[in-house]
């Protein structure tokens, strides 16, 4: 049987949870696809681990000091990188030197942090284009909510007209328990961190940050801008008080944190901030940690997509959708459908 050899640099929450998903799905991906994945190797920022034979579940509690970084993963085989470590867009964060020696040597890469597809993605893309790589970012894209399947595969042929999301686990889960449980801020991001999903600087969230760095992402991966930060107007969610709230209740509005594309002068503008939606507005129904997005297209119509799971599953999954996707691109066929 043709083996597969992946590996997992990044190895906090959603890293743990994709490698241990990874390994329950090893039947699946041998019956549906022919092929033994093998999970070659897993660091964090000190440690790691490697074994060409695949490694086991019960290792992964205990990573050796010295193996992490990109030469790691390269003398470990893998044919398959799965990035997940922090996300900076500032400097790009540890991912970009993992992504750039992957697609360099023509590993296909899975990411799921943002930074450096958002701070050098026209140069990644260039690694991958001239290695042959694939790079793929569901993972980074919102993860559970499809937003570029959406756009390169349901909708491919149409003109999108524009793109509007709720694109923030948290910063969603916020203005919903500050609405519907009178619950504080702070409260509401205590909740939020130990369900997982909030970044580890939860500014990130709160400022719309994150929101902006997924709308670049569905921007330039997407729909083929070349936009950075620079150009995005963002407005976080900070100025959202108690009064507020019971405003907005009062006219009957609920408000979201939302990025929105739209064309202007046939350019690509991008902002994020506070809108508010009628109770009969499918985004006002958008409780908790859910996201969503709505695409206006010119020939089919608006399409809307709702969604989220439990944190950090949710986002393995939408990495290893990613991993199905590379098999069929490199012509495993699904074997029982
Ligand atoms: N948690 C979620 O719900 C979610 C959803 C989608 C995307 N993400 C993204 O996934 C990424 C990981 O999220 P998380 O919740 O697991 O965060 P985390 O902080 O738990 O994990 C990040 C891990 O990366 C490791 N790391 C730091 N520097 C490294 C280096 N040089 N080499 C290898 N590893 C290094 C850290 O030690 C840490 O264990 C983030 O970029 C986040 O934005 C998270
Ligand atoms: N902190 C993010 C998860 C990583 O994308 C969110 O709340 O949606």
Known sequence: MQTLKVAIAGFGGVGRATANLLLQRRDHYRQVYGVDVRLVAVCGSR???????GLQAKQLDDLQPGLSGPDFVAASGAEVLIEAGPSDFRSGGPGLDYLCAALSAGRDCIVISKGALVHSGPRLRELARASGALLKLSGAAAAALPTLDLLEHSLAGCKVLSVEGI???????LLDAMRTQGLGFDAALREAQAGGFAEADTRNDTEGWDTACKLLLLANFGLGARLTMADLEVEGIHSVTEQRIDAWK?????PRLVGNLSYVDGAIRASVGIKTYALSDP???V???NKAIRINSDAMGETLAIGGGAEPLATAAAALKDLEHILQARGRSPLLY
């Open 283 to 285: 985004f006002a129904l």
């Open 47 to 53: 440690a790691g681990l490697v074994d060409a034979n």
């Open 167 to 173: 694109l923030n686990a948290t910063t969603n889960y």
């Open 287 to 289: 409780s908790g940690k």
């Open 250 to 254: 009062s006219q009957g509005l609920v």
